[in-house]
């Protein structure tokens, strides 16, 4: 399989995303569907999570064992260790910083009959999301991270030659990034917020985009610290907005119908991983 073609492939393995983006375009979602689609949104973060944190650390055990074996360094055992707690830190506290700054400049009234005073919203795309968007937003670049981590895997894959490994890879991630489009809808559905097309498409090349990125990186380079950083980084993201779908499940009510659309959601993650171990990879 020629270059080309690995990437080619690591690029439809991303863009799989897009399958399930259009259920965003649901018009006036039912109140028992919006708790559903949420649910099924957590259940797919939280498979993600444990994901990205069982691969995270795999690398730091393995170091670990290493140094207390002998055959090691601990220099390397703490730089992979100190690189995922980082990563960790970073992927949940910006984005918990980041929407705290963005809360405190939403318009502000003025006391009395005075007119009504406004804080300017920052320039660009994200200073005039509202806070569905900018959640949703918030999952794709969790995702996108993840995502990276994968297009890496498959990358370095192929750049050592195991090219039937790149293959399943690829295939196992497109499933993955099918189900994932779905964990960018709940938030959206759960508001009622029909997003236009275009935002859609920016959140499905920030979610699957990387996944080809990943692919031309990990062929050019083979490195397990930059590897542990975007696992971590991508952790520290999802496990912020697992927290907040879990609020805005709470909220919607519902409570046995949430828990069933956690179950599908978990159950499809774990389905799409189990295809990728039976297939040897």
Known sequence: MSTPEILLLGAIAGLTIFLGL?????RRPAPR?????????????VFLLWDVLSKAVDPVDIALLRATAGTG?????????????AGLAAGLMTL???????SSRRPLKAVGAAPALAVPAPAGLVGRLDAAER??????????????????AIGQS??????????????????????????ICGPLAAEGRRPTWAFLLVMGLIGGGPTFVGTVVGQAVV???LFTAFLSLAAGSILYVVIELLGVARKLGYRELAMWGILLGLASGFATDMILTAAGA
């Not at 259009?22 to 649901?26: C, E, G, N, S």
């Not at 030659?161 to 779905?182: C, K, M, P, S």
């Open 73 to 85: 360094s601990w220099a390397r055992f703490a730089l992979l260790a100190g690189t995922m707690g």
């Open 33 to 45: 569907l919006k708790s559903f689609l949420n649910a099924v949104s957590v259940g797919i973060l």
């Open 135 to 152: 959640l949703a937003l918030f999952i794709a670049l969790g995702i996108g991270l993840h995502n990276f981590a994968e297009g890496l």
């Open 223 to 225: 490195n397990e610290v």
């Open 158 to 183: 192929a750049a050592k030659g195991e090219l039937q490994l790149a293959t399943v890879l690829i295939v196992g991630f497109a499933l993955h990034n099918a189900t994932e489009g779905f964990g």
């Open 22 to 26: 259009p259920v965003a375009r649901l």
């Open 96 to 102: 918990v910083y980041y929407d705290r700054f963005q």
